[in-house]
């Protein structure tokens, strides 16, 4: 059995993160990817936020995975209105972007082991114990431990922790030639319940796809595929499973901190993750630095500053989940009639002239008159989801 300071249980942006942040205050964590190459396999729309890369200093670097830059991107409402939304962000080849995180991890002084899976974890009174599987099966004793392992949290869930629930399901096409002229989001609440369909197109190829809570995904893409005049080859199929709810409310006990996914770290209007899993990644490494500190002075040890730490940031806020339940619980009548408002507008960064105009079409509108709370909700949500919506 080796004992090590610190594990980190998955290589994604939350783990990688987390790992750097360590390692940058001079504790080398050992991190264990299941999968042998980092990003992959590739189980994201591929969209990033230009927010994102500044707050991490990764602009100078996007030209390594960044492949294409918009200024704003298009929401469709059932009946075809158009909302715009203002989020500056690229499409990205995520696998690349996922291993320019791993180089500076590395760099750092993280170690990483790929192709190394933790199939069990025991809570013990000098630690924690990891058993792996892989080429060789070893064991590890850890002083703090750093879980994201992902949406299913299995690890987490021996260790008593609730896992994010529900989750809803996501399923993509990457097809061939460029499919529109920037980022397309289709909002139907009977077609897409839950969820929407997307269009985000890259070099020579798009990335088209679903996320829903019904059934028979595949089949309703295609569908989308069809009604949009989208005839090129697919390329690759893929797919994944995503947090719905957001943040979970307990991400931390005594020596052990939940990242990324396993934490729900998911803005639940978009269901976009990269920079909130960064933020925690980040977040829990710098907590872990400063406990493995207090444990060398023989101090009292304190996790809750993790929490403490994360509450400052807007997509930790309950009018997340309260949009995401008002908007997505709508029917697409209520949804037209959001629509008919904002047609041609930024429903997240409207101009004091165009105040005027949009409380007229509410007020003549009796359905959203008597919603005004839930209408003002619904555009903090989407404020909000513009910084922090992937």
Not at 28 to 39: A, D, Q
Not at 64 to 69: N, S, T
Not at 308 to 331: A, E, Q, R, T, V
Request: with cysteine; proline share 4%; net charge positive.
């Amino acid at each position: 059995m080796e004992r090590i300071r610190v594990a980190v249980v998955g290589a994604g942006p939350a783990g990688l993160q987390a790992s750097t942040a360590l390692a940058e205050k001079g504790y080398s964590p050992l991190v264990f990817e299941e999968h042998p190459v980092i990003g992959q396999p590739i189980q994201c729309g591929e969209g990033i936020s230009y927010n994102a890369l500044k707050e991490f200093s990764l602009l100078q670097e996007r030209n390594q995975f960044c492949v294409r830059e918009y200024e704003d991107c298009k929401l469709f409402i059932p009946h075809e209105n158009l909302i715009m939304g203002d989020i500056h962000s690229f499409t990205i080849n995520r696998d690349a972007f996922d291993q320019c995180l791993e180089r500076k991890a590395i760099d750092s002084g993280a170690i990483i082991k790929t192709s190394t899976k933790v199939t069990d974890v025991q809570k013990k009174s000098d630690g924690y114990l990891l058993r792996t599987s892989g080429e060789k099966q070893k064991e590890y004793l850890c002083d703090i431990l750093i879980l994201a392992e992902g949406p299913n949290g299995y690890l987490a869930r021996n260790l008593g922790f609730n896992v994010p629930s529900p989750l809803i399901k996501a399923f993509e096409y990457k097809i061939k030639g460029e499919w529109g002229e920037t980022l397309e989001f289709y909002f139907n609440s009977e077609k897409y319940p839950y969820g929407y369909c997307w269009i985000f197109p890259k070099e020579d190829q798009t990335n088209v796809g679903i996320v829903t809570t019904a059934p028979e995904r595949k089949k309703r893409l295609d569908n989308f595929l069809k009604e949009k005049g989208i005839t090129d080859n697919v390329l690759k199929k893929i797919g994944g499973s995503i947090p719905m709810n957001g943040p979970l409310t307990k991400i931390y006990d005594k020596n052990v901190l939940l990242a990324g996914d396993t934490a729900g770290m998911v803005n639940p209007i978009f269901y976009g993750g990269i920079r909130l899993a960064m933020i925690s990644g980040r977040s829990a490494g710098r907590v872990a630095t400063k406990n493995l500190k207090r444990m060398e002075l023989g101090d009292d040890l304190d996790f809750q500053e993790y929490k403490d730490d994360l509450k400052k940031y807007p997509f930790m806020k309950k009018i997340n989940l309260k949009c995401h339940n008002y908007f997505y619980g709508s029917s697409n009548d209520f949804l037209n009639k959001i629509g008919q408002v904002f047609d041609g507008k930024y429903i997240n960064r409207i101009k004091r002239r165009q105040v005027g105009d949009i409380i007229w079409k509410i007020v003549k509108k009796p359905t959203l008159y008597t919603k005004l709370r839930i209408l003002y909700n619904l555009y903090v949500g989407f404020l909000i989801a513009r910084d922090w919506g992937f």
